[in-house]
């Protein structure tokens, strides 16, 4: 059984996807693992390294406009829809015909969300990390102050450039402000990637993109496949109506988990989140 983390390209969609694996060798289900924003797929190393340990196999991408091989320009080429279809694309590319796993944060769980609607043949269980369904989350945007409080930063980054120049400003003050406390290494990964003017401008452009362009599909008002949803009170970008709202979408078994924690699970509560997730995992095998 092979559990040896790697650092390896995977192509998928047209693109080159650097990608953190483990157990790629195993026979297991697969589980993909999706980071958020400003991340990179180095927060799953030790999950997946437990998981493949058991058998699984398991791939974390560096998703559009994190991988240098897959920047495209322009923000209108990062709607969720084509970032779900990288994500399905790299499950076909290791080897996935039928069901596999899915563990996301953030804006990968945003991610997670789509594929949920966009390939629902694909996805045997979803455990989302911060973000709830998208319909959940709007009506909290429309309904809670406090949501569109939280939300400002999504509102600011659809001005041209300065966001960036935001990020980037006094040696990434701003970022690392996100990253506090965070280990050296993983900050260290993360300005690999952020470092990058274009990969900059690509990480921003998911949220150009999210109020500039009109989805061409619809969310279902039901998700029925089994979902666990976990949430850190002191979330920065997540309201408590928007992670409590999420329930009344859920038709499928579900799981709340409110953590004393903030938006950075698996940065800082680490330990906990892997213990759910592999609780989760165990709980709803692909049949």
Same mark, same amino acid.
């Given at each position: 059984?092979?559990?040896?983390?790697?650092?390896?390209?995977?192509?998928?969609?047209?693109?080159?996807?650097?990608?953190?694996?483990?157990?790629?060798?195993?026979?297991?289900?697969?589980?993909?693992?999706?980071?958020?924003?400003?991340?990179?797929?180095?927060?799953?190393?030790?999950?997946?390294?437990?998981?493949?340990?058991?058998?699984?196999?398991?791939?974390?991408?560096?998703?559009?406009?994190?991988?240098?091989?897959?920047?495209?320009?322009?923000?209108?080429?990062?709607?969720?829809?084509?970032?779900?279809?990288?994500?399905?694309?790299?499950?076909?590319?290791?080897?996935?015909?039928?069901?596999?796993?899915?563990?996301?944060?953030?804006?990968?769980?945003?991610?997670?969300?789509?594929?949920?609607?966009?390939?629902? =043949?694909?996805?045997?269980?979803?455990?989302?990390?911060?973000?709830?369904?998208?319909?959940?989350?709007?009506?909290?945007?429309?309904? =809670?102050?406090?949501?569109?409080?939280?939300?400002?930063?999504?509102?600011?980054?659809?001005?041209?450039?300065?966001p960036e120049?935001?990020?980037?400003?006094?040696?990434?003050?701003?970022?690392?402000?996100?990253?506090?406390?965070? =280990?050296?290494?993983?900050?260290?990964?993360?300005?690999t990637i952020?470092?990058?003017?274009?990969?900059?401008?690509?990480?921003?452009?998911?949220?150009?993109?999210?109020?500039?362009?009109?989805?061409?599909?619809?969310?279902?008002?039901?998700?029925?496949i089994p979902?666990?949803?976990?949430?850190?009170?002191?979330?920065?970008?997540?309201?408590?109506?928007?992670?409590?709202?999420?329930?009344?979408?859920?038709?499928?078994?579900?799981?709340?988990?409110?953590?004393?924690?903030?938006?950075?699970?698996?940065?800082?509560?680490?330990?906990?989140?892997?213990?759910?997730?592999?609780?989760?995992?165990?709980?709803?095998?692909?049949?």
């Open positions: 059984m092979s559990s040896t983390l790697k650092k390896e390209i995977i192509k998928a969609n047209g693109f080159e996807f650097t990608c953190r694996t483990a157990g790629l060798d195993n026979d297991g289900e697969l589980v993909m693992c999706l980071h958020g924003f400003p991340e990179s797929s180095i927060v799953w190393e030790k999950l997946i390294v437990q998981l493949a340990e058991k058998g699984y196999r398991c791939v974390a991408p560096n998703l559009r406009g994190y991988s240098d091989g897959a920047r495209p320009k322009g923000y209108e080429n990062y709607v969720v829809r084509y970032i779900a279809d990288d994500v399905a694309a790299i499950a076909e590319a290791v080897g996935c015909k039928g069901k596999f796993q899915l563990v996301a944060h953030d804006w990968g769980a945003a991610t997670g969300w789509a594929l949920v609607n966009l390939y629902a =043949d694909k996805i045997n269980s979803f455990f989302s990390m911060s973000n709830p369904y998208n319909p959940a989350f709007l009506w909290a945007m429309a309904n =809670d102050e406090t949501q569109h409080a939280k939300s400002h930063y999504i509102r600011e980054f659809q001005t041209p450039d300065a120049a935001s990020l980037a400003a006094d040696d990434y003050k701003r970022l690392r402000g996100y990253w506090a406390g965070f =280990d050296k290494r993983i900050v260290d990964d993360y300005l952020f470092s990058q003017p274009e990969a900059r401008t690509a990480a921003v452009n998911w949220y150009r993109a999210l109020l500039m362009i009109k989805n061409d599909w619809e969310y279902k008002p039901e998700v029925n979902v666990t949803f976990v949430w850190g009170n002191q979330d920065i970008a997540v309201s408590r109506a928007a992670a409590e709202k999420n329930a009344d979408f859920m038709k499928g078994p579900y799981t709340f988990h409110e953590l004393n924690a903030t938006h950075w699970l698996m940065e800082l509560n680490e330990d906990e989140c892997i213990e759910l997730i592999k609780e989760h995992i165990a709980k709803y095998p692909i049949k």
